[in-house]
């Protein structure tokens, strides 16, 4: 496998990781579908965004640990949003 395949494998297996901020809450039927075909077809950026704005919407509360997740896949992927800014206001003490 190469480096490229390598990395791609990582994205994937950290946001099925992050799967479950989604399925575990009344708005997964709106939002699961979506983020689930994106993770399956490689749109990596479009599903971290997709999460952020499922937790923007529904303002679930978050750990600071799941919030460094979220970054790191920012940070990987190179996305440069709004959306960590906005997610520090949801981060539970």
């Known amino acids: 496998m190469g480096d490229r395949e390598a990395q791609f494998e990582d994205v994937k297996t950290r946001l099925g990781n992050l799967r479950q901020l989604i399925s575990g809450s009344e708005a997964a039927g709106r939002y699961l579908p979506l983020y689930d075909e994106l993770v399956r077809e490689y749109e990596f950026a479009l599903a971290l965004e997709t999460l952020c704005d499922f937790l923007l919407e529904v303002a679930v509360p978050i750990d600071a640990a ?20 906005k997610l520090w206001k949801l981060v539970r003490p």
Do not use: F
């Not at 979220?70 to 992927?77: K, P, S, V």
């Open 66 to 85: 799941t919030l460094v997740q979220i970054n790191d896949l920012h940070r990987l992927m190179k996305v440069e949003d709004t959306c960590i800014e």
